[in-house]
């Protein structure tokens, strides 16, 4: 399993970014996806995960409203949408699946969110 997260960068409070994550290694249609994030200093935390077959959706009470998660399984990508940055979602972001009871995380991607 290899998952790799890009999209990353610095933004100005009320921006966006789009997040992907790139997985291979595994039949990637068949897994449920899940966006966490660490901000500095802090625990890992849930964002927005994305089911399978039915891409139904679940999000961080933080987040609702402003990130919106994706999948395309014929590229094996799944994509969040950041709108409406705030300073506090700087972060680095993971991505992570599930698959026979281990979960494969990727190296993560720095987010920074400037005033």
């Known amino acids: 399993v290899h998952i790799v997260e890009s999209g990353g960068g610095l933004v100005h409070a009320g921006g966006s970014l789009r997040l992907s994550c790139a997985a291979s290694?595994?039949?990637?249609?068949?897994?449920?996806m899940t966006w966490y994030r660490q901000p500095p200093g802090k625990l890992r935390e849930f964002v927005a995960s994305i089911t399978h077959p039915n891409k139904d959706t679940g999000y961080a009470d933080s987040v609702k409203g402003r990130f919106t998660i994706s999948r395309d399984n014929a590229s094996n990508t799944v994509y969040l949408q950041m709108n409406n940055l705030k300073i506090e979602d700087t972060a680095t972001y993971y991505c992570k699946v599930t698959r026979a009871g281990a979960s494969y995380w990727g190296q993560g991607t720095q987010v920074t969110v400037s005033s």
């Open positions: 290694g595994f039949t990637f249609s068949s897994y449920a």
